[in-house]
């Protein structure tokens, strides 16, 4: 089964660091570029981070660029996000997501998402 | 960034009626290089996580039913629910996929009526 597992998510400070993970599995993971999307709680979808699949290319949106960071360990199916500085704006449930079709490009609808790992930003 | 607007922000339509969702972007989503425009369609349920139901603005995704439907071109969307059941009560949300930052719509929820 094609599935993906988020996970790390928790209670942290403002000004604090989180790293989530996106565990992958059923898929030929390095093939297909990967993507972190947010929801706060009651609000809509807002994309935050994407991966092509060799990892040689990555975007952020302007929220984020400079505190988050995305990565991918091929050798394990894994999907990272690395989140620094947090503030309370970034409370919000994180999903991973991949893409609908093998390839080298970021430029395709999510096909594959997971469940979310809720990340709270609170003193 | 690409803005995207829907229209209504919320909906209800009687069982077996049809519901019709607008969506419009900034900046037109058809891409030169492939003559296809960069729209999906994702419907969420209540503590679930988004589903693709249409991609490339009219492809629907495997094993979605065909009462879901998307049409449009350029900045101009529309996803169609031809008979409304029960279990699509949801919000559903376009999305660009045409450049990052990636950029979905406000959300526009169904319910009954």
């Known amino acids: 089964e094609v599935q993906v597992l988020e996970s790390g998510g928790g209670l942290v400070q403002p000004g604090g660091s989180l790293r989530l993970s996106c565990a992958s599995s059923g898929f030929s993971f390095s093939n297909y570029a990967m993507n972190w999307v947010r929801q706060a709680p009651g609000k809509g979808l807002e994309w935050v981070s994407g991966i092509t699949g060799s990892g040689a290319t990555l975007n952020y949106a302007g929220s984020v660029k400079g505190r988050f960071t995305i990565s991918r360990d091929n050798s394990k199916n894994m999907l990272y996000l690395q989140m620094n500085r947090l503030r309370a704006e970034d409370t919000a449930v994180y999903h991973c997501?991949?893409?609908?079709?093998?390839?080298?490009?970021?430029?395709?609808?999510?096909?594959?998402w997971g469940q979310g790992t809720m990340v709270t930003v609170s003193s | 960034d690409i803005v995207m607007t829907q229209s209504p922000e919320s909906l209800a339509v009687s069982l077996g009626e049809r519901a019709t969702i607008n969506c419009k972007s900034g900046?037109?989503?058809?891409?030169?290089?492939?003559?296809?425009?960069?729209l999906a369609w994702y419907q969420q349920k209540p503590g679930q996580p988004p589903k693709l139901l249409i991609y490339?603005?009219?492809t629907r995704e495997s094993g979605v039913p065909d009462r879901f439907s998307g049409s449009g071109s350029g900045t101009d969307f529309t996803l169609t629910i031809s008979s409304l059941q029960a279990e699509d009560v949801a919000v559903y949300y376009c999305q660009q996929y045409l450049s990052t930052p990636f950029t979905f719509g406000p959300g526009t929820k169904v319910h009954i009526k």
């Open positions: 997501a991949r893409v609908r079709s093998s390839g080298i490009s970021l430029l395709d609808a999510f096909e594959i």
């Open positions: 900046h037109s989503l058809l891409y030169s290089s492939n003559n296809k425009n960069h």
């Open positions: 490339w603005a009219s």
